[in-house]
T-cell receptor, first 114, second 114 residues
Framework: AQSVTQPDIHITVSEGASLELRCNYS??????LFWYVQSPGQGLQLLLKYFSGDTLVQGIKGFEAEFKRSQSSFNLRKPSVHWSDAAEYFCAVGLYNAGNMLTFGGGTRLMVKP | DTAVSQTPKYLVTQMGNDKSIKCEQN?????MYWYKQDSKKFLKIMFS???????INETVPNRFSPKSPDKAHLNLHINSLELGDSAVYFCASRGSGFLTDTQYFGPGTRLTVL
């Protein structure tokens, strides 16, 4: 069965600093990869996704992620964090089968210092 | 024009009661899901329906019964509620086909069992 690990439970960065959130997955083939963001009390919003092709994908709100097959990683990055980026971030993998269920990592809570 | 909607947003009830959560999507998608997010923010798939047929039924107590009256709706009925059922429940939907392999989430229903 596939699994997703987000090693950092909490991360605190200063506003304007760069950000990298780590995600590692375990699966026999290349899964479909997603990053979702959850603001306090809100649902999940898709930031970006990787299906195939260019391993550097651009998402909304200035986020990008890079798929590295050799490291089984799909890390999320942003060059300059804004206070409004404070939220919970979830990495997920999906399988293109009949159900295509998503398996989520445990999430990383991002806090932004002024 | 909300894509995936859930009602109610909050649900507070006593142990032993029966309750339902409704989900509707206006995206024309074929597949719908229920996820549970526990108090530690961990998200786990519960059920998946495709065109009103059950596809995925993860290890969920049979007190939980999904019902899909049509392709646009997937409701979750819970019998004999227990304290451990307290969580946020998210509905999601997904279109069919490679390029539409993204799940869109509803805003969540926070269930509190007293």
């Amino acid at each position: 069965a596939q699994s997703v690990t987000q090693p950092d439970i909490h991360i605190t960065v200063s506003e304007g600093a760069s950000l990298e959130l780590r995600c590692n997955y375990s699966y026999g083939a290349t899964p479909y990869l997603f990053w979702y963001v959850q603001s306090p009390g809100q649902g999940l919003q898709l930031l970006l996704k990787y299906f195939s092709g260019d391993t550097l994908v651009q998402g909304i709100k200035g986020f990008e992620a890079e798929f590295k097959r050799s490291q089984s990683s799909f890390n999320l990055r942003k060059p300059s964090v804004h206070w409004s980026d404070a939220a919970e971030y979830f990495c997920a993998v999906g399988l293109y089968n009949a159900g295509n269920m998503l398996t989520f990592g445990g999430g990383t809570r991002l806090m932004v210092k002024p | 024009d909300t894509a995936v909607s859930q009602t109610p947003k909050y649900l507070v009830t006593q142990m032993g009661n029966d309750k339902s959560i409704k989900c509707e999507q206006n995206l024309g998608h074929d597949t719908m899901y229920w996820y549970k997010q526990d108090s530690k923010k961990f998200l786990k798939i519960m059920f998946s329906y495709n065109n009103k047929e059950l596809i995925i039924n993860e290890t969920v107590p049979n007190r939980f019964s999904p019902k899909s009256p049509d392709k646009a709706h997937l409701n979750l009925h819970i019998n004999s509620l227990e304290l451990g059922d307290s969580a946020v429940y998210f509905c999601a939907s997904r279109g069919s086909g490679f390029l539409t392999d993204t799940q869109y989430f509803g805003p969540g229903t926070r269930l509190t069992v007293l």
